[in-house]
């Protein structure tokens, strides 16, 4: 039994050292309300050759700051990438809660084999929500249209119940990604992480195992959400730890995390 790295001092936030599919088969069935990750996309190229590069090579603008760590699980095949996320998604679907969120970031490439292992996975594909990066994005040349928009799959375990802390909630964003809120190679902005975490009621918990520099994790303590990581690279735990400590230590004072109720949930 793998036991976490990290409890935060009020216990709402968990953070594990480990690879996904160790951790998720040792976490209690319908313990989580929603799982919202960021998993490597194994989508920074068409070869062989172009997938095992360092994924700064891959995804690091020329001229941007290459100092973030690599991130490993980025060479997979197309058909090795989407049956891997079937294993995973599936073993999410044992962990959320009936009527619970599956939300999973993808780009162009993959978007079509992420559907598939999220409906593979057990999940019921409800929407597709754009991210508008800004027209700071990456384009081949000046023949191409930018590569601007990345996506969020969201699906529900079962049926999709009305929401009575919120909603309807909005299905395209535009936050642009500042360097200084950057640190992971393929980092999220925190504004939109704070945004998706709002599916949830507070109190709620909300699982992400692939935690990364725990973006996630951040959001949900501004917004009053617990979380469970998970993360593999080392380099990633320490900045995760770090990031979240640092994020406690800025926050007022409060009681424990509330947990909701059935009917809150």
Not at 173 to 186: C, E, N, R, S, Y
Request: with cysteine; glycine share 10%.
């Amino acid at each position: 039994m793998i036991q976490p790295i990290y409890i935060s001092p009020d216990g709402a936030i968990t953070l594990y050292h480990a690879d996904a599919l160790e951790i998720l088969p040792q976490l209690a069935t319908g313990s989580v309300d929603a799982v919202i990750t960021d998993p490597p996309y194994s989508s920074g190229g068409f070869t062989r050759s172009d997938r095992t590069q360092s994924t700064n090579s891959k995804y690091t603008q020329s001229g941007a700051d290459q100092s973030r760590p690599d991130f490993a699980g980025d060479s997979r095949s197309q058909r090795g990438w989407q049956h891997w996320c079937a294993l995973w998604l599936t073993q999410c679907r044992r962990l959320v809660r009936p009527a619970g969120y599956c939300l999973t970031f993808t780009d162009w490439r993959q978007i079509a084999c992420a559907m598939d292992a999220m409906e593979a996975g057990g999940f019921i594909h409800r929407g597709t929500i754009g991210w508008d990066k800004g027209r700071g994005a990456r384009a081949a040349h000046t023949g191409y249209f930018r590569a601007q928009c990345e996506f969020i799959l969201w699906g529900t375990h079962g049926v999709s119940r009305a929401a009575t802390h919120g909603g309807p909630f909005d299905g395209c964003f535009k936050f642009p990604t500042l360097q200084k809120d950057k640190h992971h190679v393929t980092g999220k902005p925190t504004p939109l992480m704070e945004e998706l975490v709002r599916i949830v009621p507070p109190g709620a918990m909300i699982l992400d195992p692939f935690a990364g520099s725990a973006t996630t994790a951040v959001a949900c303590i501004r917004q009053g959400r617990r979380f469970i990581g998970i993360e593999q690279s080392p380099e990633y735990i320490a900045i995760a730890i770090d990031r979240i400590e640092k994020e406690l230590a800025a926050q007022p004072p409060r009681g424990a995390v509330p947990i909701p109720t059935a009917e809150a949930a």
